[in-house]
């Protein structure tokens, strides 16, 4: 990227974030001891959980509550507490119904009952219920992690939307975006956009699908060879169904390629290997972000300040015939990693296999690197790689959520892998749609006898990515600041100069010394709610929810900056005028009828398109489709529900792309 261009700019206010970060992150790296040494036992955790669907478990208890012992929950002087309603039911005992707040009998808005915690749903949310209940605990909203039989405001779910049939409130998963994110989807999807915009999608590396696209795959790459012959390229293979570097393997030539047997049954992606990826400590490494898909209409997307950094743990060296196969010097999974002999687990967020990005940023930043680049070009791969996912997606939505009919609204959480190359060019390796949030890990006490420990390093960047989304999710945020709107000020009013701050600062704590004096002898040391946090509260006199908690640790960069990318939302516009025809509620597939009206409509039929050449070529569409489709069957590697979606939604993905093709019906 050029000095000074827009994508550059764009990063701008993203430094004093990360530097601060950075900077935060030295301070206590001077402060903190770092038991975490080279030499600790193997351990067998894993850590993302599976993408494919696994039963649920019947409980919450079952993965959840024993695993990390809960915190006590805050400890606010008898005379500042407010009492505790029973769940589901207003201090008067009349039960809430969403949307509506129980009036006092002379007929005033009762404020206890109008400002209710939110209630959250969390009996779904698997792996991330430890990670979940700090939250909402740092929240002092409600957990109902068995369920409600009323409705909740906001439910967690642990693998899809459909983990529960919801039709108010919120979730936290989009219809559709754990097959959207699937290897062979993405690829699809990334491909409609570098076909359309090459320059801008090069960072995603070239990638065929097998065994569709084998016979494409040896000819482009016979085509380069014969073009520079000294062109000695590395190959990856990862299976589409794949997950924490299952069955992945690096291959030099295509006819490496495992055909036999497995490839007919497990489709997969071949893809360019970077072989020049950026070293530290001489390992390579990758970078997991938390991305924020607040809304799909009108699109926001949040990410997070800070991620994950993971190690591999054999020193890193160019793919060669000796080396291909050395998983811990070639994948950076922690899954595989944690298995190696040289895993180090840390209680430094600096040090160890797995650490804090931020941590990452000081260090380049310390060797001169200009990390404000990095960003931008960060940013700028995860508002592009949400564009090309997006027109699907709302047809997905639309589907489940058809417009108009009640049902809840989605957010979702997505972990972007990126590999930083040599040149400090970001790559999409690929996305989660459920990113894991454990914030444990197993710790073998003696041979064969593991516990799971706490690892701070997940707990810090986890939490804080899930609490702050439930904070920008928070329905109830507007009924609080009209309530509250002196407390609800911006930062820059919450923050006024030093100098008014030093003298309001001495006047509170005046008052602070008389409230401290009350509550003398009660411990209120907690992590998740700092003495400060009720002492601030009490001495404002009322509960500002907010007031103990850190600056939200996620940015929004969509739309802050639509301008620079919404030219590249086209195949998103075709998805709109798609879901406009597609005439019955509730369904993806285009009838032929909706398809005569769409082609009429937008002015397409001409003497050289006919109306009957328009019905052979929907017939075409669809015969090709269901070829597809048929083709997944047979190889028994797609669930019944994701035949119903992903059949019905490439349908609207080959004609998006038919179109784009100039209406040949080629190239499908
Ligand atoms: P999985 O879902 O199984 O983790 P990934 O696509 O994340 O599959 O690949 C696993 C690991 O392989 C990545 O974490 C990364 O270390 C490495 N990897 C994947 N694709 C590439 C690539 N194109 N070039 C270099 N390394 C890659």
């Known amino acids: 990227m050029l000095r ?9 206010w993203w430094e004093a974030e990360a530097v601060a970060a950075t900077k935060a992150q030295a301070a206590k790296e001077q402060v903190r001891v770092d038991p975490g040494a080279a030499g600790e036992p193997e351990r067998k955790a894993g850590e993302e959980q599976p993408k494919e669907p696994a039963p649920a ?22 005379s500042l507490a407010k009492p505790e309603p029973a769940s589901g039911l207003c201090p008067h005992g009349k039960s809430r119904i969403k949307g509506r707040s129980c009036k006092r009998s002379s007929g005033q808005p009762d404020e206890y009952c109008s400002l209710r915690p939110v209630t959250v749903d969390s009996s779904k949310a698997r792996t991330s219920l430890d990670a979940l209940k700090i939250s909402i605990r740092q929240l002092k909203w409600k957990e109902f992690p068995f369920g409600r039989r009323l409705p909740c405001d906001i439910y967690w779910h642990g693998v899809s939307f459909h983990d529960n ?46 065994p569709d696209e084998f016979q494409l795959f040896v000819a482009q790459v016979q085509m380069v060879k014969d073009g520079d012959p000294s062109w000695k390229p590395t190959f990856i293979v990862k299976p589409d169904s794949g997950c924490q570097g299952d069955g992945i393997y690096l291959i030099k030539d295509p ?104 941590s990452i940023l000081y260090r380049l930043s310390s060797k001169g690197v200009d990390i404000k680049k990095v960003w931008s070009d960060i940013i700028s791969l995860v508002i592009k790689t949400v564009i090309a996912l997006t027109p699907q997606l709302k047809v ?58 706490p690892s701070l390093v997940d ?47 001495k006047l509170q704590l005046s008052k602070l010394s008389i409230v401290r004096s009350q509550l003398l002898g009660k411990s209120l040391a907690s992590k998740e709610n700092p003495p400060h946090s009720d002492l601030a509260s009490a001495s404002q006199g009322n509960a500002n929810p907010d007031a103990h908690l850190p600056s939200i640790c996620l940015k929004q960069v969509f739309p802050k900056y639509a301008k620079q990318f919404n030219y590249l939302r086209l195949v998103d516009r075709m998805a709109n005028l798609f879901i406009r025809f597609l005439g019955i509620k509730g ?14 409509s937008c002015k397409l039929s001409s003497s050289s398109l006919s109306m009957a050449a328009v019905d052979i070529l929907y017939i075409d569409i669809t015969r090709r489709w269901n070829s597809m489709t048929m083709d997944q069957r047979d190889s028994g590697t797609h669930h019944q529900p994701l035949m119903s979606h992903g059949g019905q939604t490439g349908m609207g993905s080959t004609f998006l792309f038919l179109l784009l093709k100039g209406q040949d019906g080629g190239g499908g």
């Open 4 to 12: 000074g261009s827009p994508e550059r700019e764009l990063a701008a």
């Open 57 to 78: 478990p019947p409980c919450a208890a079952e993965e959840g509550d024993a695993r990390i012992p809960p915190r006590p929950p805050p400890t606010l002087p008898v």
């Open 165 to 210: 049939d919801i039709f108010s409130g919120q979730v936290n998963k989009f219809p559709g975006m754990t097959e959207m994110v699937r290897k062979i989807t993405l690829s699809r999807a990334v491909r409609i956009m570098q076909n359309l915009f090459p320059e801008e999608y090069n960072f995603y590396p070239r990638s065929w699908i097998l």
């Open 255 to 358: 006819s490496d390629i495992r055909l036999s047997g497995t490839l007919q049954s497990r489709p997969a992606v071949v893809q360019e290997y970077i072989c020049k990826p950026l070293l530290i400590d001489k390992l390579k490494f990758d970078i997991r972000l938390y991305v924020l898909l607040k809304s799909l209409e009108p699109l926001e997307i949040y990410i997070a300040k800070d991620g994950l950094s993971r190690f591999c743990t054999e020193p890193y060296q160019e793919p060669n015939p000796k080396n291909l196969h050395h998983i811990f010097m070639h994948l950076t999974n922690y899954s595989l990693n944690v298995h190696s002999g040289n895993f180090v687990h840390s209680d430094s967020t600096s040090t160890g296999s797995k650490r804090t990005f931020s």
């Open 396 to 453: 997905f939505h639309q589907s489940d959520i058809p417009a108009g009919r009640p049902g809840p609204t989605c957010f979702q959480i997505l972990g972007f892998d990126i590999l930083l190359m040599k040149n400090l060019k970001p790559i999409l390796l690929e996305v989660n749609a459920n990113p894991s949030m454990r914030i444990e890990h197993e710790q073998e006490l003696s041979p064969g006898v593991f516990e799971n420990v």
């Open 459 to 505: 707990e810090e960047v986890k939490v804080a990515v899930i609490r702050d989304t439930l904070r920008l999710m928070d329905p109830l945020k507007k009924k609080r600041e009209s309530h509250f709107p002196d407390i609800y000020m911006d930062r820059k009013h919450r923050f006024p100069p030093v100098s008014e701050r030093m003298s309001s600062l």
């Open 587 to 600: 369904t993806m597939k285009l009838g032929p009828t909706g398809f005569r009206t769409f082609i009429r």
